[in-house]
């Protein structure tokens, strides 16, 4: 089992920008997919990003243009990128992998139920 750990997150005024890190304990051939969810008080949780080791990448329509999702394979880090913060981006954040091919809709990527390593998670919080 593949052990995630996340930082960077923080508070931060609307308009602001963060970088999170997801730091994985071994690098392992079996990890297809890296993702990023979030939750907020009182509501599920919910994807935000998605990488596939081939580079593949797929986001929630609520941060397109603003969260970037990169990895370095050679650190062990899966990276989220999150400029124009806005407090609807307030949440706990939780890094996440997948350690087989996906063959389903890759919408279906940004779902909880697809992962089955998950980290702790970091809190991001963004005022007005």
């Known amino acids: 089992q593949v052990q995630l750990v996340e930082s960077g997150g923080g508070s931060v005024q609307s308009g602001g920008s963060l970088r999170l890190s997801c730091a994985a304990s071994?690098?392992?051939?079996?990890?297809?997919?890296m993702a990023w969810f979030r939750q907020a008080p009182g509501k599920e949780r919910e994807g935000v990003a998605v990488?596939?080791?081939?580079?593949?990448?797929i986001y929630a329509d609520s941060v397109k243009g603003r969260f970037t999702v990169s990895q370095d394979n050679a650190k062990n880090t899966l990276y989220l990128q999150m400029n124009s913060l806005k407090p609807e981006d307030t949440a706990m954040y939780y890094c996440?992998?997948?350690?087989?091919?996906?063959?389903?809709?890759?919408?279906?990527?940004?779902?909880?139920?697809?992962?089955?390593?998950w980290g702790q998670g970091t809190q991001v919080t963004v005022s007005s």
């Open positions: 990488i596939g080791r081939d580079g593949f990448r």
């Open positions: 071994r690098y392992t051939y079996s990890t297809y997919y």
């Open positions: 996440a992998a997948r350690h087989s091919v996906y063959s389903g809709d890759s919408v279906n990527l940004l779902q909880t139920y697809v992962y089955s390593s």
